[in-house]
Each structure stands twice: as structure tokens, then as C-alpha cells.
């Protein structure tokens, strides 16, 4: 059964899109997709061995050999124009790992729509990239399975102009603000102003200082929140 993570990520699929799952593991997003009618067809991308062989084995044991290609590289290095991928999803890594993935292969970006992305952590890396690279966030949402909290954010291509405070947090995920999205916050503004008192008790150095800074800066945009 699919984790909630998983589904919410799939239910912002559009209906008979040519997906790409990038980091697929075991492949149970295209799967699901495929099963459930939402797609026909679709890519597995893994640079790992063992998730690579999980996936295909995933595949073969459903009988979507067919539907789901398969395919070992790094990133988006496994999609080729021809391919007309419309839809990319990427998720359970780091924001940073994600928005990483997507700038060192911008070029296959050219004709993709949508692009939908789970961070584990650090979501404010892709807003980051998005801002830069002429992506515009049109959906965020967050949710909470097994005591952990996971963003998604729907990227389709045009522009944004967010302020810092809507980078850090997500501009939708402010305005809707959820319990999930209060806890998330609170959550780090107790990391934060433990780390804080930590660096209170170091010794002053200019990297010390620097980090305070950073910290208090974040504080203050998310107690704005
Ligand atoms: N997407 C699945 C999910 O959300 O459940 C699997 C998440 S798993 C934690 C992350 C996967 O991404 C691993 O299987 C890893 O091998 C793969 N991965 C990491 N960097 C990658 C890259 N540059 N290209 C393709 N796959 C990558």
C-alpha cells in the first residue's frame, strides 16, 4: 500500500501526462500511477544499484514492463527528447539534492510542464532554484505520516517574485496555515533557539557571530509567520 506521502504526491498528477520519476526506489509512484489510470506510460530513474534493480524487479512483478521503462543514470540524464516527458516528479530527498538535480539538467527541462517535488528537508533550496530559473510555485502542500512532515511543491514554468520570508516558509503553506504547517515551524524554532543557546555558550569568533545572525534572521521571519 502506498504511503501517504507517496499518494498526495500522485494526486498532483495530471491525468494521461507523460511522467518521469527521478529517484524512483522500488518505483511505486509510477506504478500507482499506472494502476490507478492516472498515466499509460512512464520512466524510473535511478542512479543506485539496489534501488535500480528494486524498481525494475517492482515493475516486472506487476506486469507494467510495458508502461514503466526502467532506466539507470543520474538525474535527468535518463530522459531524452524524445521521450516528450511532460511531468517530472522527484521526491524523499533533501530540497538541496533536488534542486541540484534539476539545475544540472536543465536542458531536458525545456519541454517538461510540471514539475513535482517532495523534499524530505530544506524545501526553501528548490523555491531558491525556482525563483532563479523562471519556475513559478502553482501548488504547496504539507502533510504529516509516521511523526515525520513532508512539503510538495508544483512547479510550472513562468515567474515569481517571493519575499524571504515566503521562500523560507512557501507562500501557499503561509496563507493556508495549517496545524501541520504551525507544528512543522514551531518544531524548528525550538532547534533553532536551542542552537542558539548552544552558540551563546561558545566562544565569540566571526563564524560564531555569523551564525547567530543567520539564525536570528530566520527566527524572526518565521515568528512573522
Ligand atoms: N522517490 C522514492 C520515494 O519518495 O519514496 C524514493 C526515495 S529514496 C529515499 C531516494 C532515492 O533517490 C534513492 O533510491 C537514491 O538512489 C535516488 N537518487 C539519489 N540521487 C539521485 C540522482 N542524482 N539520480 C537518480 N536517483 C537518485
Not at 68 to 96: H, S, Y
Request: net charge negative; with cysteine.
Amino acid at each position: 500500500n502506498l504511503s501517504e506521502r507517496l499518494k498526495t504526491v500522485a494526486s498532483f498528477v495530471e491525468k494521461n501526462t507523460i511522467l518521469a520519476d527521478i529517484g524512483s526506489d522500488h518505483a511505486y509512484l509510477p506504478c500507482y500511477l499506472v494502476h490507478t489510470g492516472i498515466i499509460t506510460q512512464g520512466i524510473a530513474g535511478e542512479v543506485v544499484k539496489g534501488p535500480f534493480e528494486s524498481a525494475q524487479k517492482q515493475v516486472r512483478s506487476e506486469g507494467l514492463e510495458k508502461q514503466i521503462d526502467v532506466r539507470f543514470g543520474n538525474g535527468l540524464e535518463v530522459i531524452q527528447p524524445t521521450d516528450k516527458v511532460q511531468t517530472i516528479t522527484i521526491a524523499g530527498m533533501g530540497g538541496p539534492l533536488i534542486a541540484s538535480i534539476l539545475e544540472a539538467g536543465k536542458e531536458k527541462l525545456k519541454t517538461v510542464e510540471n514539475l513535482i517535488l517532495q523534499p524530505n528537508v530544506h524545501a526553501k533550496a528548490i523555491r531558491d532554484w525556482a525563483q532563479k530559473e523562471n519556475w513559478k510555485i502553482v501548488n504547496e502542500t504539507i502533510l504529516e505520516e509516521h511523526d515525520k512532515i513532508y512539503e510538495i511543491i508544483v512547479l510550472q514554468k513562468g515567474q515569481m517574485q517571493l519575499t524571504e520570508q515566503e521562500l523560507l516558509v512557501g507562500p501557499f503553506l503561509t496563507k493556508e496555515k495549517s496545524a501541520i504547517f504551525h507544528k512543522k515551524w514551531s518544531n524548528e524554532l525550538s532547534e533553532w533557539l536551542r542552537i542558539m543557546d548552544q552558540l551563546s555558550k561558545t566562544s565569540e569568533s566571526p563564524e560564531v557571530q555569523q551564525k547567530k545572525e543567520e539564525l536570528e534572521r530566520k527566527i524572526a521571519l518565521v515568528k512573522e509567520s
